[in-house]
């Protein structure tokens, strides 16, 4: 029940011309008639004054300046009476205009000038609530999971590519310092990372062998050429073939083997065995072939290997030929010419120290 002696000071028109007009809030109005402020919360009960809403208190009036040429919302900060743009304000749901009350600087200053007050006072805060604190959060979660899901959802896809870009930004301006302090915490928990990568290994494992396999599907001829290539630099030789020549090579074998009639499991193959230290993947030393024949091959002379009987039943002579004079044609050597290249690169194998990029063509000219 209200204080009567308040009641008596205090009308209903009077209390709603403070409370609802100028926007004093219950305390002040208590301290004006020198009351406790339940008395007057009793009091706008008994006089049915409707209490505002939460929030709702003194907002500041949002005012259209001039800024720039424009006409901009702007408002006045409670703590320094400066008018400023709302964007000076941060960002508050339920404050006037979506912002703070206090300007950005004032809050600031205020944080500068009580940092070790407030960090204090939320540290003790949340250490006292901590449990009870976690418990409401999950019920609140459970409660409203699939709006929160969805929500979460569309602020990640909406704003993923500019949280990557500011990650990647802020990665390569700290690279440094991020990099030690990883490092460090590693070596202080060293066993606990440890057990963390084998647990994150065993959990994966089954869904990186999928991710590898359709890796090696999509880039199967990059893969290829690329391991091809790592063979060929290894004996400092030429590597200059592209996919696009690949391609084409492939092609003008009607994607089949180019000595036998089989159309899959197909090998590069070198004319000039690599391990001879001759040769390279370049057009004119390579085409496809099944892997039967690559593998009979190996680094035997292609000339002394075709005469083999066994080598016989597994190429199409016509083929051969046609292999030959293709490869000639490419290196632009006569079918003679391109021969006796071959078996000069047999008879001066390279091996040792090796000087990069080399060129069994310009080598076997210069040596003729
Ligand atoms: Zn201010």
Redesign the pocket.
Known sequence: MANNKVQSKLSKEELSELYLVQYKSIREIAKMFDCNHTTIGDLLKQYDIPSRPVGGGRKAQIVQIEHNGQMVEAKR??????V?LLE?FNVDRKGSGGRQP??????KRYYENNHTYINNKSMTNYYKNHEENKLKRRLYYSKHKIRLRKQQREYYLLNHEKNLLANRRYYHANKDTIVQSERLRRMENIEYYREQDRKRYIKRKEQRSIYHQKYYEINKDTIKLNSKKRKTSLRSLLFTLTEQQWNQIQSDFNYGCALSEHHSDLNMEHFIPVSWGHGGTYVGNVYPVHWKINRSKSDTNPFVWIGRNDVKELVDMDKWHRLISYLAGQNHLSIDEFKDFVNWCENNKRGGELEPNYSSLEGWRNNK
């Open positions: 900060c409670t703590v320094c009476n400066e400023k000076d206090k300007c950005k600087e004032c809050r």
